[in-house]
């Protein structure tokens, strides 16, 4: 009979810990989903050279990624600026960068921001090399 006791109580011990201990019926906290960022380019060009050309004249760079919460927007920055209008599905992000960006040689990090969570996710470092 002790035996059978003590097997019961370990046994509703580990329900238990599997279903968590905080209460019957919570929702468990989500954990975000992990973002990979791939393949992006291009990476670099020199001062004052487009690069990817638009027909509008401005440059632009792309980023395979997966993971990333599209849902309230994306935001882009290259550098300090944060790009207009970048467009974004579930497994890519392209932006224009206005050629005043690439004027001057140095690093510009690029950085993803999501919309509803404010997480930051940096793609890498884009070169402006001199001239």
Known sequence: QMRKFLFLGAAMIAVAALFGASGCGEKAVEKPVEVKVGEWGPQETTAGKPFNLQPDGKSSFFVR???????SGVQVLFGDKELENPVVSDKLVAAAVPNS??????????VLVEGATKRRVTVGTFKVLPK
């Open 101 to 110: 960006l690439i004027e001057q040689p140095g690093d510009r990090a690029i």
């Open 65 to 71: 990624v997966t993971g990333l919460n599209i849902g």
